[in-house]
């Protein structure tokens, strides 16, 4: 280890206190309002992505039922697709077959075009899935390839660009988060990442989620106290900030360390993330072994301070293998006619979290089907390990390594383990496959169950199948803004979920009526729009049956006068009011021409309706303070003469704070990009001008 003048777990020379019992009570990512700490790298509890399994939902089932499949159609289809094979190559590639209304039905890969697609043609064997896709079929379209790796990949890019209905497809497919080392300043900084790598520095992952990653960086700066703070925010400072107080950074940025104490414990960070855990662990238990004999209790306090944070990251990590150091681990499971596809990652010898998938797949594929569909386009956009273990046995294994292999420039094992931590390993994700889609098969069931009642209660035609909240927030009519949130049988649709700034002139601040007429006129024009330019497209998924409005009578009626504009006639309206000093529970509901309804304060339906309308107010409200802190961050700057958002955002950049601008000379405002001389001056007299 270094020595004391850069010693990593008490940085030098400082004599700061190191914050208060209470500081360091405060919960992950509390901030207070004017503490000194980078806001970019702040995370509230509105702010916090939403882990992505919740995001997961059952599909749609698409429709097997054989009406319209005749021998006429069946003809068709077989004479489009026996022209196609006359011009067709021996050689590999990619075909399309597509409908009259030009819709890609499915994307097929073969070693030789012209003997798969002769398959189709034959009059008799062929399964109901397939007799259905050739009756649709008007034309065939065919991409001629190098190798049948190459088809496999192009394959798997088209079917995640068109969606094929006859193919399996991948749903739900965001990037994973990684943890990025940055390269490109002498003090890196650890930072969550999503997204193409370009910047320079180490990446680590995949992780299962946002939250992980959230956690995993909290640890590691109580382990290694590597800043997390933005380039601009680091070269502003004259003071170290909070997170040095609070013992989660070693103060790089004002020399509270120096270059070669910063570059070890970046190193170490480095090394725990790479796998070589056990050795960052032996160093620091030595050292505070070594403190103590010192009789340095308070270094040696640090020192075990460190190693537990270490422990807490792994003890999070669930199972950790013996034998595997890098592998993706996928197992399926089918039931009721959905497939659950779990994914368990490992890296550097670490469990980095799993997630469950519900690919849209017809009830007649196998699970070796789904499973061989859904593994190429998994890989279609991120970085393969070198070994990936699986449930069952697909098809074309050998080929999806070779694939994977080109695609990560070394090679990939695919391969189903016979015994040994490698079969345990996927026998856990295959417990874990099996609870998941259990589990969201009971949700949905509760969820349908809920839906009837709710239909019941409030009088509709049938169980609505889509369920769209509205919202406003502001504080005396600044940063207004509204919030759409949509429910349905699989529950939250958050992917769906859609804010609007409120942008009338002339509106009256804290004007609620007018603010929800603005919010349903823009959502409901804008699908009248996209219905008129494109009739044959099925928008039937994306109107709602029950559009629900937080508020009383008055909101009812000004959503009543918009859809009466609009001509909308279909949808059912209804308006939550809270109860007497806004108690849940005493909630009236108000829909048009009948009067209000007051459900049991114990009905399961009036739950329901709250959990809607709360859900509903937490994204608004979380969406409003978004707003509202990055109008703090450019307060102070909105009377200058001359300074428009452009300039506010480079001097914010530059400076970091408000404060480190009032602070700077005109010299260091002249250097900001964009601020002339004059402009400079201007802004200095403005500060200085108003403080004196």
């Known amino acids: 280890m270094t020595s004391d003048s850069s010693d990593p777990a008490k940085p030098a020379g400082s004599g700061r206190p190191p914050g208060s019992d209470a500081d360091m009570r405060r919960p992950e990512g509390a901030v207070e309002a004017g503490q000194d700490v980078d806001p970019a790298t702040v995370e509230t509890a509105e702010t916090v992505e939403p882990d992505e399994d919740d995001e997961a939902r059952l599909p749609d089932l698409p429709d097997e039922s054989t009406d319209g499949i005749e021998e006429g159609p069946l003809a068709v289809g077989r004479a489009a697709i026996e022209r196609a094979v006359r011009h067709a190559p021996t050689s590999p590639g990619v075909y399309r077959m597509i409908n009259a209304a030009n819709d890609v039905l499915y994307v097929g890969k073969a070693k030789n075009v ?271 390990p070198k070994l990936i273990l699986l449930s069952h046995r697909i098809e074309e294994s050998q080929l999806l390594a070779d694939a994977l292999s080109i695609k990560a420039g070394c090679k990939v094992a695919v391969f189903v383990p016979q015994r040994g931590e490698k079969k345990e390993l996927v026998a856990h994700a295959l417990t874990n496959a099996r609870e998941a889609l259990g589990r969201k098969l009971a949700d949905t069931a509760t969820q349908s169950r809920l839906l009837q009642g709710l239909a019941a209660a409030l009088g509709l035609p049938h169980s609505p199948r889509r369920i769209e909240v509205y919202d406003n927030s502001h504080i005396q009519g600044t940063n207004a803004v509204g919030a759409m949130i949509v429910a349905g049988p699989e529950g939250f649709l958050k992917n769906q979920y859609r804010k609007f700034n409120i942008r009338s002139e002339g509106l009256t601040p804290g004007d609620d009526y007018a603010m929800m007429r603005e919010v349903l006129e823009r959502r409901f024009k804008r699908l009248l729009t996209q219905q008129a330019a494109d009739p044959e497209k099925d928008t039937v998924q994306q109107w709602p049956d029950l559009v629900i409005i937080d508020g009383g009578l008055g909101q009812l009626n000004a959503a009543r006068g918009i859809f009466d504009a609009l001509g909308l006639h279909g949808i059912s309206l209804m308006a939550v009011a809270k109860g007497p000093d806004r108690d849940a529970g005493r909630e009236t509901l108000f829909l048009p021409d009948r009067p209000a309804i007051k459900l049991e304060p114990r009905d399961p339906v009036l739950y329901f309706i709250q959990r809607l309308r709360d859900e509903a107010h937490r994204f608004v409200i979380g969406s409003h303070r978004k707003l509202r802190k990055k109008d703090m961050r450019e307060a ?41 001389a004059e402009s400079a001056r201007r802004i200095f007299d403005f500060f200085h001008a108003r403080s004196a």
């Open 114 to 384: 012209r003997k798969r697609l002769s398959s189709y043609a034959r009059p008799t064997g062929q399964v109901m899935r397939i007799a259905r896709m050739i009756a649709a079929t008007c034309t065939v379209e065919i991409v001629s390839t190098g190798t049948e790796t190459e088809a496999l990949l192009l394959e798997a890019n088209l079917i995640k660009q068109l969606r094929p209905r006859f193919n399996v497809q991948l749903r739900d497919d965001k990037s994973f988060p990684y943890i990025l080392i940055t390269g490109d300043h002498w003090a890196p900084q650890i930072l969550k990442h999503r997204g193409a790598q370009s910047r320079p520095g180490r990446y680590f992952g995949p992780f299962a989620s946002a939250g992980a990653v959230g956690r995993t960086i909290t640890a590691l700066q109580r382990a290694f106290l590597v800043r997390s703070c933005t380039d601009s925010f680091f070269e502003s400072r004259t003071r170290p900030c909070l997170l040095y107080q609070i013992r989660r950074c070693s103060g790089p940025c004002t020399g509270e360390i120096d270059f070669p104490g910063y570059t070890a414990l970046v190193r170490e960070a480095t090394d725990f993330l790479s796998g070589r855990s056990r050795a960052v662990k032996e160093d620091l238990a030595r050292a505070m072994e070594q403190a103590s004999a010192d009789l340095a209790f308070e270094r040696a306090a640090l020192y075990r301070d460190r190693l537990a944070a270490l422990s807490a990251i792994q003890s999070q990590q669930g199972i950790n293998p013996r034998t595997v150091e890098e592998a993706d681990v996928f197992a399926i499971h089918q039931e009721g006619g959905y497939s659950c596809v779990e994914v368990f990652f490992f890296r550097t010898g670490q469990n980095w979290g799993n997630r469950a998938y519900f690919p849209r797949a017809e009830k007649s594929f196998t699970p070796e089907e789904v499973l061989g569909a859904f593994l190429a386009q998994f890989y279609d956009d991120k970085p393969p």
């Open 636 to 676: 102070g700057l909105q009377e200058v003469p001359g300074i428009g958002p452009a300039r506010k955002r480079a001097l914010l950049h530059h400076f970091g704070t408000l404060k480190e601008i009032e602070r700077a000379s005109v010299a260091d405002i002249g250097k900001v990009p964009g601020i002339s």
